[in-house]
């Protein structure tokens, strides 16, 4: 843990740690309540909206050569339409928003003050524009009692309410992928946690 590094990588720079970023979302998201049976080839794809988008930002730890933790943000303009549909449909206005994607830290990392370091870095770099007045992101609804939920799950909810941010049902979205020991891609409901920058 003493070697941990620090990196920040803006738009086009993304591509040089997409292997590793695409990696790390796959191990990650493998865990409830994502559950998700990733691939290299589609994350790759999925990934290029970062590379793309000159106000994209990637923060990441590095353990030595490892990545073990990372966290994107994107204008939500930017972001693939099934994203901004909600906020479309709500009125808000797009330009305005800031997009936090993913937050994510191997286990062995955790409760060590990274998370709270991604949002730091995240609504900072937000900030920094000095035209966005909305942060968000969203997370997977799995409902009551799934099957595959651990005993001793813990949702990070509290968490994000102690970051300022609030669930806001009104604005959903669906995507999809396949769940673990699956081929094909179901639709999951993703639900918008959102705060004023």
């Not at 449909?89 to 370091?117: P, Q």
């Not at 900030?127 to 609804?141: H, M, Q």
């Not at 959903?172 to 999951?188: A, G, H, L, R």
């Amino acid at each position: 843990m003493q070697t941990l590094s620090f990196i920040q990588k803006k738009g086009a720079e993304i591509t040089t740690v997409f292997e590793d970023l695409a990696n790390l979302r796959i191990t990650v998201f493998r865990d409830f309540p994502y559950l998700y049976e990733g691939s290299v080839d589609y994350e790759m794809e999925y990934l290029k909206i970062y590379s793309q988008a000159e106000k994209a930002l990637l923060f990441a730890v590095y353990d030595g050569s490892k990545m073990v933790g990372a966290t994107t943000c994107i204008p939500l303009a930017d972001e693939a339409p099934e994203v901004r549909l909600p906020f479309e449909k709500a009125g808000l206005t797009i330009d305005s928003i800031f997009y936090f994607g993913e937050s994510i830290l191997l286990k062995e990392y955790r409760g060590l003050g990274l998370g709270h370091r991604f949002f730091d870095e995240r609504e900072a770099h937000a900030r920094s524009f000095g035209n966005f007045k909305t942060t968000c992101f969203c997370a997977v609804d799995r409902g009551e009692n799934h099957p595959l939920q651990p005993e001793d799950y813990r949702p990070n909810d509290a968490f994000w309410l102690k970051r300022g941010y609030q669930k806001d049902f009104s604005l959903q979205s669906t995507f999809e992928w396949p769940d673990i020991n699956e081929s094909v891609s179901t639709p999951k409901t993703m639900i918008y946690w959102k705060r004023a920058l």
